[in-house]
């Protein structure tokens, strides 16, 4: 008959490596053996003495992983850090290449905006989580060989510089302005197959008026793509007095035209206008004068903001020295 | 964590090494996991068996403990006895466990006579 003990014994010794079983069988046998008689001598009925030993052994896989000195975490102190370096290095610099690589692919192949940027996102959702599965699991692995694998020992001179420090702080910029950037971009190239609902259906009348693709809308997008670069720059080098000089030119190059653009009535699309029944009667000399100087406002505002925080930047590195 | 938490995390730490060099000493007479329990337990040199056993098995592979499997009795048993570099790193702990001692007694009366200051 198979007793509870023979059950407990078998549970640990199967997890262990077969030249070990042997003797790990013993010696369990010897100490269950050992607690049951000591219980039994205390005056309990031998199945109960039994019962309470292997309670007070515990899970068997638990007992077994201690007898053999096996990690019960997936990954140790050994290798956390060298881990985590690794997983965050790869999903910087992996996940928006593939992202940018579909939407790349989307676009080409003449994908619909829904399906470019549901593909994309799912496509990048995937990446992200294969590539942590993959790395954890190698680490997984190597915490459970033998042996040591060299890891690199850490030296002074990989301490970051403590500019990093305003770097992370123009991270939060940076992603705002590139989101931006690209939605506005996408939002250009969207509204030329149609921007206005008609009960529901989706009418072919374009915001901008369609003659502009043949210059200003290149233009405008040419600029987008400049101002992506320019926020880089600005991500990684800090704003500068010449940062903000060329801050100037971008903003001019894209504010004057559009507004001499929509002054002159060459932006919009005279069937939008109509759909949307534009100018709202008598309003709208009120309505346009608030456009422009809302643009105005918000243009000199940039241009500014771009010499305060230039300034800002170098009274720092001089008090600061570093 | 309670205080009563936090008291037992570090009793157990300060422990740790302390059972190592008890079974060294202990074991210059070879005895069985069970027995080494009872009679440690009984010194007053608590241990729990899910730390012991293990920790006889390590202490075996790193070359501190021989062992040898009695089979005289119904039940086989194993037996520990401490090997030649068992007794040196006794020796080695002993020594250190003594420094200890002697730097906490000195640091004691420092702090007193700094308080009566």
Known sequence: ?322 | MSTDETTTGHIQELRRGTVVLACLIRLRTPDYGYALLESLNGLGILVDANTLYPLLRRLEKQGLLTSEWNTEEARPRKFYRTSPTGEQLAAALTTDWRRIDDALARLETDSDTGDAR
Not at chain 1, 18 to 33: C, Y
């Open chain 1, 1 to 322: 008959m198979t007793t509870l003990t023979d059950r407990y014994v078998w549970a640990a010794a199967r997890t262990l490596p077969e030249t070990q079983r042997a003797e790990f069988d013993r010696e369990l046998r010897e100490r269950i053996g050992d607690v049951i008689d000591a219980r039994v001598e205390r005056g309990a009925a031998p199945a109960d003495a039994e019962h309470a030993a292997l309670v007070e052994l515990g899970d068997p896989l638990r007992l077994a992983a201690s007898y053999v000195d096996r990690p019960l975490q997936l990954i140790g102190p050994k290798y956390f850090l060298t881990w985590w370096h690794l997983l965050k290095l790869l999903l910087i610099i992996v996940v928006p290449i593939a992202a940018a690589g579909v939407l790349l692919g989307q676009v080409i192949a003449g994908a619909d905006v829904g399906q470019m940027i549901g593909t994309t996102i799912g496509t990048t959702i995937s990446v992200g989580v294969h590539l942590c599965f993959w790395v954890t699991l190698v680490f997984a692995v190597l915490e459970r060989s033998p042996g040591t694998v060299p890891l690199t020992t850490w030296t002074p001179e990989q301490l970051p510089q403590p500019r990093d420090d305003a770097r992370a702080g123009r991270l939060g910029d940076l992603v705002a302005s590139v989101v931006f950037l690209v939605l506005f971009a996408v939002a250009i190239v969207w509204q030329q197959s149609g921007a206005v609902w008609i009960d529901g259906e989706r009418q072919p009348i374009p915001v901008l008026d369609p003659a502009l693709w043949s210059f200003w809308i290149p233009w405008f997008l040419g600029l987008i793509a400049l101002e992506v670069v320019f926020a880089i720059v600005i991500y990684l080098r800090g704003w500068t007095w010449v940062l903000a000089g060329i801050n100037v030119l971008l903003t001019i190059a894209f504010t004057v035209p559009a507004l001499w653009l929509f002054l002159s009535g060459q932006l919009l699309d005279p069937a939008f206008i109509e759909a949307i029944g534009w100018p709202w009667g008598e309003a709208s000399g009120a309505t346009i004068a608030v456009i422009v100087v809302v643009v105005i406002g918000v243009t000199v505002w940039d241009i500014i903001d771009g010499f305060i925080k230039a300034a800002r930047n170098r009274g720092g590195s001089a008090l600061g020295g570093y």
